[in-house]
């Protein structure tokens, strides 16, 4: 009886132990250098479509390609080499990550002076309208006439 005693005090005890080890697991090298690889992956998808000069084009496309060898790397597990291109990745991740911050604000910013835009055309559309309708009635002086015609090729 007392051996089994001395056995279920052991499974508790190895158990108790078990379990907290258990929930604060390190991540592994490749849980890190894939956690890397998904940070860069969203920096990326986050600058698609909000680069503005050619720099930051350029930083996106030297971080895919680099993304898709670091990918090889850590698929190898060839930690050098990914530890490597990861440096490389850093001079570019620095500047990505400001327009990546930014890609909310230049997104509304474009889409502010999109309908900016519109509106004018619309207005500039209606505006002519407008002359052309004042011509057609007659209501226009000679002079205004003289400048519709000269500007949209409307006779008098």
């Not at 592994?28 to 986050?46: F, L, M, P, S, W």
């Not at 090889?72 to 327009?99: L, Q, T």
Request: aromatic share 6%; charged share 35%.
């Amino acid at each position: 009886m007392s051996g089994l005693r001395v056995c279920c005090i052991a499974l508790l005890v190895c158990g108790v132990n078990a379990a907290p080890a258990a929930f604060s697991r390190e991540p592994t090298i490749a849980e890190r250098y894939q956690a890397v690889g998904d940070k860069v992956r969203h920096v990326i998808k986050e600058m698609k479509g909000v680069t503005q000069n050619r720099t930051e084009r350029d930083d996106m496309r030297a971080l895919e390609h680099l993304l898709r060898e670091y990918d090889r790397a850590v698929h190898a597990h060839d930690w050098k080499k990914a530890y490597s291109i990861g440096k490389n990745m850093r001079v570019y991740m620095s500047r990505a990550k400001v327009v990546a911050g930014e890609s909310t604000m230049r997104k509304e910013a474009r889409a502010r002076a999109d309908a900016e835009r519109r509106h004018q055309e619309e207005m500039a559309q209606r505006e002519r309208h407008h002359e052309e309708q004042m011509f057609m009635e007659g209501r226009h002086n000679d002079h205004v006439k003289i400048y519709l015609w000269r500007k949209y090729g409307i006779a008098p």
